[in-house]
Structure formats: structure tokens, C-alpha cells
């Protein structure tokens, strides 16, 4: 079975940043005081992070996908994931049918 | 024999602790198959191979900042911006970490350094409870992380071996897949308005530096405008408003 080396050196980058995170709040406390700066700054990092990632291919997509990611977002303030997910896709492809 | 017999009598053994760990995370294992399966399958059709999909769920074992690597995916792996980006992603385990050492009193060094290891947010966020209804066991850890552990590394491979034999993933709709996924992830961390400031930010600090710069760069872009946006946000609420 397939093991690239660039892709294990991803994976164990992947690996090491990620304990990196886990393992130093152990420590943190007794080196740092927490402001609430920076408490603030560090809870909006997965939010920033994850609009980071959809927004230029939300622009590409045009009407169709934004209008699709709305929808997405109402299914998502009252649906289970996979439900989103189920109603996001096929939102999307009716969608992009229709205003093209 | 004394002493067995004495611990039975006055606390719940390990075993008991184990299992109503992984009692409590069943549902987490439940809910986090769809999400496997699907991160599996993208990466398959990115060109990660089972091995592969099964050594990043098993050693990484963060499912949002898979998700986001998996979408960055080139060839040759970007190691760097992949390491990094996943740095940015799971920044946040550092003060979860910091909340959970309080809880730690009864776990010996090696339990603390093994243990978080596998501090995925549904993991801390039932060991935090427990700890708050009282005393937070190692057993009880173990029970948490072992059962979610296995159902997301399991289910990723299922996800990475049937990926491939889904021909032509755009005209399924499947490339929105990804898109509906981080949205519903967003709703996850939802707080108030101040999420949506942060997420104009980033959207916008994203889409400048992909049209000029090109690659993936727009996602540590995109991370720092949210971050600014937040400490902005946190000093204008602090200060008085007449």
C-alpha cells in the first residue's frame, strides 16, 4: 500500500503541531497569565480558520454556492452533520442547475 | 487480597470508571462516523491511500484540522502550511489543555502526557463535566478516548477504501461536501455576533490574499484577520461606553 515521504512529512508535521497543542496547557498555567485578549484571540481561531478555508472557493462558485451556503448555514443552526451535509450538497447541485 | 478487597468496597473500581467513560462518549462515537467516513473519502480522492488516511487519523487525531488539511492537499504535500495551517487550527487545545491540568490530580506523569494526546473537544468536554460532578479518574479518560479513538481512526480507512470508487465526485455535489461540513463546524463554535465579525474578517483577509497571492496562504491569512478582529472586538467591550 502507498506511503509517500512528502505525505508522512505532512502527516508527522500534522502529528507534532497538534500534541505540540495539547501538551503545553499542562505547563501554561504556571508561566503565563491568560488575558482575556488573548483568550478571545485563541477562541476565534477555528471559526477564522475554517471561513479561511471556504471563502475564495465560495467566491468562485458564484451565486449558486453562496446562495447554497446560506441554506447550509440555517440547516446547520438546527440539524445533526451529516443531515447538514445531506442538505448542503444537494442544495448546491440544485442550485447551480438552475442559475448555472 | 486485603487491599483489593478493601478498594472494591470504597470507591468504583478501574473497570467501572472505564466504562462509564466509554458510556459517556457512545453517542460522540456515533455522531463522528458520518464525519470519518466523508473525511476518508476526500482524502482519497486527494491521493492519500488507506495507510496514509489511517496513520493521520491515528496520529493526529483532530478531526476539524484533518478536514481543512485534506482540502489543502496538494502533490507533492505542502508539509510546512500543513503543519502549520494544523498548528493554527488546534491553537485552541492549549487553553483547554491549561483548564483540564486542573482536573489532573489523580493521573501520574505519564497518564498526563499520554492522555492528552487524544484531547479531541468532545474528549476534554466530558472529562471538564466529570471533573466538575467530581473527581475525574484515569479509567474514566481511557474509557472516553479509547472508544472515540477507535471509531474515528476505523471509520476514516472505511471512509479512504470506498473513496476512490466514487467517480466524478463534481457532478454528485460532493465537492460542496467540504463547504457544508466547516459551515456546520462554524455553528459549532458559534458565540454571538463577535463570530460573525470574526468570520467577515477572515473571509475577507482569505479572499484578497488568494487572488494575489495564489496557493494556500489565504487560510494563515485568513487566521490572523480573525484573530485581530477578536482582540479588537474584546478591547472595544471592554472599554466604557457612555
Known amino acids: 500500500m502507498k506511503l509517500d515521504p512528502a505525505n508522512l512529512a505532512a502527516i508527522i508535521a500534522m502529528a507534532l503541531a497538534t500534541y505540540a497543542t495539547r501538551v503545553s496547557g499542562l505547563w501554561l498555567l504556571r508561566f503565563v497569565r491568560v488575558t482575556p485578549r488573548?483568550?478571545?484571540?485563541?477562541?476565534?481561531?477555528?471559526?477564522?480558520?475554517?471561513?479561511?478555508?471556504?471563502?475564495?472557493?465560495l467566491m468562485k462558485g458564484g451565486p449558486a454556492d453562496m446562495l447554497a451556503a446560506a441554506v447550509t448555514l440555517v440547516a446547520a443552526a438546527r440539524l445533526p452533520l451529516l443531515a447538514v451535509v445531506i442538505v448542503g450538497v444537494s442544495s448546491a447541485v440544485a442550485l447551480r442547475h438552475l442559475i448555472g | 487480597m486485603?487491599?483489593?478487597?478493601?478498594?472494591?468496597?470504597?470507591?468504583?473500581?478501574?473497570?467501572?470508571?472505564?466504562?462509564?467513560?466509554?458510556?459517556?462518549?457512545?453517542?460522540?462515537?456515533?455522531?463522528?462516523?458520518?464525519?470519518?467516513?466523508?473525511?476518508g473519502a476526500l482524502a482519497a480522492q486527494k491521493?492519500?491511500?488507506?495507510l496514509e488516511v489511517g496513520l493521520m487519523s491515528s496520529l493526529v487525531f483532530a478531526g476539524s484540522s484533518q478536514m481543512v488539511s485534506v482540502d489543502i492537499w496538494r502533490d507533492p504535500a505542502p508539509w510546512v502550511l500543513l503543519g502549520l495551517t494544523t498548528l493554527t487550527i488546534n491553537l485552541r487545545h492549549v487553553m483547554m489543555g491549561a483548564s483540564l491540568s486542573l482536573h489532573l490530580g489523580g493521573f501520574r506523569p505519564w497518564q498526563r502526557l499520554l492522555g492528552v494526546a487524544f484531547m479531541a473537544d468532545e474528549i476534554w468536554a466530558l472529562a471538564e463535566r466529570r471533573a466538575a460532578m467530581g473527581r475525574l479518574h484515569p479509567a474514566y479518560y481511557a474509557g472516553l478516548a479509547g472508544l472515540l479513538y477507535f471509531s474515528f481512526l476505523a471509520w476514516s480507512v472505511i471512509g479512504a477504501i470506498i473513496g476512490p470508487a466514487i467517480k466524478n465526485p463534481e457532478a454528485w455535489g460532493f465537492d460542496f461536501a467540504f463547504t457544508a461540513i466547516f459551515l456546520g463546524l462554524i455553528v459549532g463554535f458559534w458565540r454571538g455576533g463577535g463570530t460573525a465579525v470574526v468570520m467577515g474578517a477572515s473571509a475577507i483577509a482569505a479572499v484578497v490574499t488568494q487572488s494575489q497571492l495564489g496557493g494556500v496562504w489565504h487560510v494563515i491569512a485568513g487566521g490572523i484577520a480573525g484573530m485581530l478582529a477578536a482582540t479588537l472586538l474584546s478591547l472595544w467591550r471592554e472599554e466604557p461606553h457612555a
Open chain 1, 38 to 57: 488573548m483568550q478571545a484571540a485563541l477562541d476565534a481561531l477555528p471559526v477564522a480558520i475554517l471561513t479561511a478555508v471556504i471563502a475564495p472557493s
Open chain 2, 2 to 39: 486485603a487491599g483489593a478487597h478493601q478498594s472494591g468496597l470504597t470507591a468504583p473500581s478501574a473497570w467501572d470508571e472505564f466504562g462509564q467513560g466509554a458510556f459517556a462518549i457512545l453517542p460522540a462515537a456515533v455522531a463522528v462516523v458520518p464525519f470519518a467516513l466523508l473525511l
Open chain 2, 47 to 50: 491521493g492519500l491511500s488507506p
